[in-house]
T-cell receptor
Framework: DTGVSQDPRHKITKRGQNVTFRCDPISEHNRLYWYRQTLGQGPEFLTYFQNEAQLEKSRLLSDRFSAERPKGSFSTLEIQRTEQGDSAMYLC????????????FGPGTRLTVT | DQQVKQNSPSLSVQEGRISILNCDYTNSMFDYFLWYKKYPAEGPTFLISISSIKDKNEDGRFTVFLNKSAKHLSLHIVPSQPGDSAVYFCAVRDYGKLTFGQGTILTVHP
Protein backbone atom coordinates (compact mmCIF):
# COMPACT_ATOMS: atom_id res chain seq x y z
CA ASP A 1 0.00 0.00 0.00
CA THR A 2 1.83 3.08 -1.24
CA GLY A 3 1.11 6.41 0.37
CA VAL A 4 0.87 9.85 -1.17
CA SER A 5 3.97 10.70 -3.19
CA GLN A 6 5.24 14.09 -4.28
CA ASP A 7 7.85 15.05 -6.82
CA PRO A 8 10.29 16.71 -6.62
CA ARG A 9 11.11 16.68 -2.92
CA HIS A 10 13.21 19.82 -3.22
CA LYS A 11 13.23 22.61 -5.79
CA ILE A 12 15.50 25.64 -5.92
CA THR A 13 14.57 28.24 -8.49
CA LYS A 14 15.35 31.84 -9.31
CA ARG A 15 12.79 34.55 -8.85
CA GLY A 16 10.63 34.94 -11.92
CA GLN A 17 10.89 31.33 -13.06
CA ASN A 18 7.94 28.95 -13.32
CA VAL A 19 7.84 25.72 -11.31
CA THR A 20 5.54 22.70 -11.37
CA PHE A 21 5.02 20.12 -8.66
CA ARG A 22 3.36 16.74 -8.95
CA CYS A 23 1.30 14.79 -6.44
CA ASP A 24 0.22 11.16 -6.75
CA PRO A 25 -2.52 10.36 -4.21
CA ILE A 26 -3.37 6.99 -2.72
CA SER A 27 -4.90 5.15 -5.65
CA GLU A 28 -8.52 4.78 -4.54
CA HIS A 29 -8.79 8.25 -3.01
CA ASN A 30 -11.14 10.58 -4.83
CA ARG A 31 -10.26 13.80 -3.00
CA LEU A 32 -6.94 15.58 -3.29
CA TYR A 33 -5.81 18.65 -1.37
CA TRP A 34 -2.93 21.10 -1.62
CA TYR A 35 -1.55 22.93 1.41
CA ARG A 36 1.38 25.27 1.95
CA GLN A 37 3.50 25.40 5.11
CA THR A 38 5.93 28.14 6.01
CA LEU A 39 8.45 28.07 8.84
CA GLY A 40 6.88 28.09 12.28
CA GLN A 41 3.33 27.78 10.96
CA GLY A 42 0.89 24.98 10.39
CA PRO A 43 -0.13 23.93 6.90
CA GLU A 44 -2.50 26.37 5.16
CA PHE A 45 -5.19 25.15 2.78
CA LEU A 46 -4.76 26.13 -0.88
CA THR A 47 -7.24 24.10 -2.92
CA TYR A 48 -8.94 20.74 -3.26
CA PHE A 49 -10.29 18.44 -5.96
CA GLN A 50 -13.02 15.86 -5.95
CA ASN A 51 -12.08 13.57 -8.81
CA GLU A 52 -11.09 16.00 -11.58
CA ALA A 53 -13.21 18.93 -10.39
CA GLN A 54 -11.53 21.74 -8.46
CA LEU A 55 -14.16 22.57 -5.83
CA GLU A 56 -12.56 25.20 -3.63
CA LYS A 57 -9.67 27.63 -3.81
CA SER A 58 -8.24 29.65 -0.96
CA ARG A 59 -7.64 33.37 -1.35
CA LEU A 60 -3.99 32.42 -0.76
CA LEU A 61 -4.02 30.95 -4.27
CA SER A 62 -3.16 34.02 -6.33
CA ASP A 63 -3.56 34.09 -10.10
CA ARG A 64 0.09 33.01 -10.40
CA PHE A 65 -0.91 29.62 -8.98
CA SER A 66 -2.81 27.00 -10.92
CA ALA A 67 -3.67 23.44 -10.00
CA GLU A 68 -5.02 20.65 -12.16
CA ARG A 69 -6.12 17.08 -11.77
CA PRO A 70 -6.88 16.18 -15.36
CA LYS A 71 -7.95 12.55 -15.05
CA GLY A 72 -8.91 12.49 -11.42
CA SER A 73 -5.68 10.76 -10.47
CA PHE A 74 -2.42 12.73 -10.09
CA SER A 75 -2.40 16.49 -9.66
CA THR A 76 -0.01 19.28 -10.59
CA LEU A 77 0.51 22.63 -8.93
CA GLU A 78 2.19 25.31 -11.04
CA ILE A 79 3.55 28.60 -9.79
CA GLN A 80 4.30 31.19 -12.45
CA ARG A 81 6.76 34.07 -12.01
CA THR A 82 7.90 32.83 -8.63
CA GLU A 83 8.57 35.31 -5.84
CA GLN A 84 10.71 34.92 -2.72
CA GLY A 85 7.51 34.82 -0.67
CA ASP A 86 6.56 31.60 -2.43
CA SER A 87 9.36 29.77 -0.60
CA ALA A 88 7.59 27.16 1.49
CA MET A 89 6.81 23.47 1.84
CA TYR A 90 3.99 22.45 -0.49
CA LEU A 91 2.03 19.51 0.87
CA CYS A 92 -0.42 17.28 -0.92
CA UNK A 93 -3.01 15.13 0.84
CA UNK A 94 -5.71 12.73 -0.26
CA UNK A 95 -8.82 11.22 1.26
CA UNK A 96 -11.46 8.71 0.31
CA UNK A 97 -15.18 8.44 0.26
CA UNK A 98 -18.34 10.43 -0.04
CA UNK A 99 -17.95 11.87 3.44
CA UNK A 100 -14.94 13.75 4.74
CA UNK A 101 -12.45 10.95 5.41
CA UNK A 102 -9.09 11.37 7.09
CA UNK A 103 -6.51 13.15 5.01
CA UNK A 104 -3.22 11.38 4.34
CA PHE A 105 -0.30 13.66 3.58
CA GLY A 106 2.66 13.24 1.29
CA PRO A 107 6.21 14.21 2.29
CA GLY A 108 5.96 17.61 0.62
CA THR A 109 7.98 19.58 -1.91
CA ARG A 110 10.27 22.20 -0.41
CA LEU A 111 10.52 25.22 -2.70
CA THR A 112 13.30 27.78 -2.30
CA VAL A 113 13.14 30.90 -4.45
CA THR A 114 16.43 32.78 -4.63
CA ASP B 1 -7.36 36.21 12.19
CA GLN B 2 -6.15 32.90 13.46
CA GLN B 3 -9.03 30.48 13.97
CA VAL B 4 -6.93 27.78 15.60
CA LYS B 5 -4.22 28.62 18.11
CA GLN B 6 -1.57 26.59 19.86
CA ASN B 7 -0.08 29.01 22.33
CA SER B 8 2.83 26.86 23.47
CA PRO B 9 5.54 26.68 20.80
CA SER B 10 7.36 23.92 22.67
CA LEU B 11 6.99 21.40 25.49
CA SER B 12 9.66 19.32 27.17
CA VAL B 13 8.70 16.19 29.13
CA GLN B 14 10.52 13.34 30.84
CA GLU B 15 10.03 9.84 29.47
CA GLY B 16 7.18 8.05 31.22
CA ARG B 17 5.42 11.25 32.30
CA ILE B 18 2.30 12.79 30.79
CA SER B 19 2.48 15.22 27.87
CA ILE B 20 -0.41 17.67 27.56
CA LEU B 21 -0.72 19.71 24.39
CA ASN B 22 -3.34 22.43 24.16
CA CYS B 23 -5.29 24.09 21.39
CA ASP B 24 -7.91 26.85 21.27
CA TYR B 25 -10.33 27.66 18.48
CA THR B 26 -12.59 30.61 17.81
CA ASN B 27 -15.58 29.34 15.84
CA SER B 28 -18.19 27.46 17.84
CA MET B 29 -19.59 26.02 14.60
CA PHE B 30 -16.55 23.78 14.13
CA ASP B 31 -17.63 20.19 14.72
CA TYR B 32 -14.65 17.95 14.01
CA PHE B 33 -11.20 18.23 15.48
CA LEU B 34 -7.98 16.39 14.75
CA TRP B 35 -4.41 16.04 15.93
CA TYR B 36 -1.54 15.41 13.53
CA LYS B 37 2.07 14.58 14.28
CA LYS B 38 4.94 15.65 12.06
CA TYR B 39 8.53 14.40 11.97
CA PRO B 40 11.21 16.36 10.08
CA ALA B 41 11.24 15.75 6.31
CA GLU B 42 7.87 13.98 6.46
CA GLY B 43 4.30 15.09 5.93
CA PRO B 44 1.87 15.32 8.86
CA THR B 45 0.50 11.98 10.07
CA PHE B 46 -3.02 11.67 11.44
CA LEU B 47 -3.04 10.77 15.13
CA ILE B 48 -6.51 11.03 16.64
CA SER B 49 -9.77 12.92 16.14
CA ILE B 50 -12.93 13.87 18.00
CA SER B 51 -16.39 14.92 16.96
CA SER B 52 -18.18 17.74 18.76
CA ILE B 53 -20.80 15.31 20.04
CA LYS B 54 -18.15 13.78 22.30
CA ASP B 55 -15.93 15.25 24.98
CA LYS B 56 -13.29 12.53 25.03
CA ASN B 57 -11.73 10.05 22.62
CA GLU B 58 -9.04 7.58 23.54
CA ASP B 59 -6.68 5.51 21.41
CA GLY B 60 -3.98 3.68 23.29
CA ARG B 61 -1.62 6.16 24.90
CA PHE B 62 -3.37 9.11 23.24
CA THR B 63 -6.51 10.82 24.54
CA VAL B 64 -8.13 13.94 23.13
CA PHE B 65 -10.42 16.05 25.31
CA LEU B 66 -12.86 18.60 23.94
CA ASN B 67 -14.33 21.44 26.01
CA LYS B 68 -16.88 23.08 23.73
CA SER B 69 -17.88 25.84 26.12
CA ALA B 70 -14.25 26.94 26.39
CA LYS B 71 -13.53 26.20 22.70
CA HIS B 72 -10.53 24.23 23.83
CA LEU B 73 -9.10 20.84 23.07
CA SER B 74 -6.14 19.03 24.46
CA LEU B 75 -4.09 15.96 23.64
CA HIS B 76 -2.77 13.80 26.46
CA ILE B 77 0.02 11.31 25.85
CA VAL B 78 0.59 8.81 28.67
CA PRO B 79 3.20 7.53 29.12
CA SER B 80 5.36 9.73 26.91
CA GLN B 81 8.14 8.01 24.95
CA PRO B 82 11.22 9.48 23.22
CA GLY B 83 9.74 8.41 19.86
CA ASP B 84 6.86 10.82 20.51
CA SER B 85 9.24 13.75 20.00
CA ALA B 86 7.79 15.61 17.02
CA VAL B 87 5.74 18.65 16.09
CA TYR B 88 2.05 18.28 16.99
CA PHE B 89 -0.63 20.18 15.13
CA CYS B 90 -4.25 20.50 16.08
CA ALA B 91 -6.68 21.09 13.23
CA VAL B 92 -10.36 21.71 12.65
CA ARG B 93 -12.23 20.35 9.67
CA ASP B 94 -14.40 22.85 7.83
CA TYR B 95 -16.28 21.26 4.91
CA GLY B 96 -13.30 19.08 4.12
CA LYS B 97 -10.46 21.56 4.33
CA LEU B 98 -8.32 21.51 7.43
CA THR B 99 -7.30 24.61 9.35
CA PHE B 100 -4.22 24.00 11.46
CA GLY B 101 -2.71 25.61 14.52
CA GLN B 102 0.91 26.73 14.51
CA GLY B 103 2.17 23.54 16.09
CA THR B 104 3.87 22.59 19.35
CA ILE B 105 7.30 20.98 19.37
CA LEU B 106 7.27 18.11 21.87
CA THR B 107 10.57 16.80 23.18
CA VAL B 108 10.53 13.70 25.36
CA HIS B 109 13.78 13.18 27.24
CA PRO B 110 14.95 9.66 28.13
Amino acid sequence: DTGVSQDPRHKITKRGQNVTFRCDPISEHNRLYWYRQTLGQGPEFLTYFQNEAQLEKSRLLSDRFSAERPKGSFSTLEIQRTEQGDSAMYLCASSQGTGWGEQYFGPGTRLTVT
Amino acid sequence: DQQVKQNSPSLSVQEGRISILNCDYTNSMFDYFLWYKKYPAEGPTFLISISSIKDKNEDGRFTVFLNKSAKHLSLHIVPSQPGDSAVYFCAVRDYGKLTFGQGTILTVHP
